[in-house]
């Protein structure tokens, strides 16, 4: 079953715009993550947070995680049409590795 | 950085017939490893976890008997979709961990499988 909902579903920006995307969740949770896919490909991890956790940066990225809201953002700043792609949370109840999915956005960046 | 291999990359087969997918650690071992299934525009549903020498745990409304997984080694594990039909259909990809390095799980590149 989908743990993830995320919103908005889909998302069109111009390079150079951030990009802020959401994700809710619904059972208790160890680690929360981001993944990208590019259309027709496997997913590529972003970033993880733990549920002690409230923020974190990778480069371009920001996560944030509100676990009394059970709900988790991504922004990508300074977007470039190479971000381009699907943009999936997923949540894990343990460090073990099983997860489940969001619905994903899909991100269109024009130049 | 670890690298999951999955092949094929796309099949077209038969109704009726079978499909065997790999999915491989190079250049680690995985214990574990995943298998989802996602329909076009939508998110991957998991439908199983793969052991390495012991039996598959199915998620709920995945059918055990259709989908075969066998994970022989800690390098490697198959799905076999049996008696493929139309609305097998999908693209199917696998994940596997890292073994000694709790690091998030890498993920294969997908097998598009159409079945006519």
């Known amino acids: 079953s989908q743990q993830g909902e995320e919103d908005p579903q889909a998302l069109s920006i111009q390079e150079g715009e951030n990009a802020t995307m959401n994700c809710s969740y619904k059972?208790?949770?160890?680690?929360l993550q981001w993944y990208r896919q590019n259309s027709g490909r496997g997913l590529v991890h972003l970033i993880l947070?733990?549920?002690?956790?409230r923020e974190k940066h990778s480069g371009r990225l920001r996560v944030t995680l509100d676990t009394s809201k059970k709900s988790s953002s991504l922004l990508i700043t300074a977007s470039r049409a190479a971000d381009t792609a699907s943009y999936f949370c997923?949540?894990?109840?343990?460090?073990?590795?099983?997860?489940?999915f969001g619905a994903g956005t899909q991100v269109v960046v024009t130049p | 950085g670890a690298v999951v291999s999955q092949h094929p990359s796309r099949v077209i087969c038969k109704s009726g017939t079978s499909v065997k997918i790999e999915c491989r650690s190079l250049?680690?071992?995985?214990?574990?490893m995943f298998w989802y299934r996602q329909f076009p525009k939508q998110s991957l549903m998991l439908m199983a976890t793969?052991?390495?020498?012991?039996?598959?745990?199915?998620e709920q409304g995945v059918e055990k008997d259709k989908f075969l997984i066998n994970h022989a080694s800690l390098t490697l594990s198959t799905l076999t979709v049996t008696s493929a039909h139309p609305e097998d259909s999908s693209f199917y990809i696998c994940?596997?961990?890292?073994?000694?390095?709790?690091?998030?799980?890498?993920f294969g590149n997908g097998t598009r499988l159409t079945v006519t």
């Open positions: 994940s596997a961990r890292d073994d000694k390095n709790n690091s998030p799980l890498h």
């Open positions: 059972t208790s949770i160890n680690n």
């Open positions: 947070i733990r549920s002690n956790e």
């Open positions: 997923a949540t894990g109840a343990d460090s073990w590795g099983k997860l489940q």
């Open positions: 250049d680690f071992q995985a214990t574990t």
């Open positions: 793969s052991n390495e020498g012991s039996k598959a745990t199915y």
